[in-house]
Nanobody, 125 residues
Framework: QLHLVESGGGVVQSGGSLRLSCVDS????????VGWFRQAPGKEREGVAY????????YYEDSVKGRFTISRDVAKNAVYLQMNSLKPVDTAVYSC??????????????????WGQGTQVTVSS
C-alpha cells in the first residue's frame, strides 16, 4: 500500500515558480502511473499532468501545457511537478495520485488507487 506525501506548496507572486514533490515511503512509486490534480475553492477537482510508469510518457491538460512539467526520479521514489509562469487561476490544493496500471498515462480520476493529502498553492496577483 502506498502512502503519498506532497510538499512544496506555498505562496508565490504571479509569474513565479514552485516545484511540488510527491514521495512514497514504500520505494515502489516507479511501478505506478502518477497524476497531479488540483481543486480550487468551490470547484471540482481537475487533472493537471500525468506520467506513466515504466518509460514515463507524459501528458498535460491544456490549462498548464507549456508552463508545468511532470517528471519522475525513480531513485528517490518521487514524482515532481515543476510549475512556471504561475497565474492566480492556478491557486488550488494540489494532490498527487497513483494508479497501478501499465500502458500509458491515466487521466481518469476514478482509476487512481492512492491519493496524497494535498498541498496548497496560492498565486497572488
Amino acid at each position: 500500500q502506498l502512502h503519498l506525501v506532497e510538499s512544496g506548496g506555498g505562496v508565490v507572486q504571479s509569474g513565479g515558480s514552485l516545484r511540488l514533490s510527491c514521495v512514497d515511503s514504500g520505494f515502489t512509486l516507479g511501478h505506478y502511473a502518477v497524476g497531479w490534480f488540483r481543486q480550487a475553492p468551490g470547484k471540482e477537482r481537475e487533472g493537471v499532468a500525468y506520467i506513466s510508469s515504466g518509460e514515463s510518457s507524459t501528458y498535460y491538460e491544456d490549462s498548464v501545457k507549456g508552463r508545468f512539467t511532470i517528471s519522475r526520479d525513480v531513485a528517490k521514489n518521487a514524482v515532481y511537478l515543476q510549475m512556471n509562469s504561475l497565474k492566480p487561476v492556478d491557486t488550488a490544493v494540489y494532490s498527487c495520485a497513483a494508479a497501478y496500471l501499465d500502458g500509458g498515462v491515466v487521466r481518469v480520476q476514478s482509476a487512481y488507487d492512492y491519493w496524497g493529502q494535498g498541498t496548497q498553492v496560492t498565486v497572488s496577483s
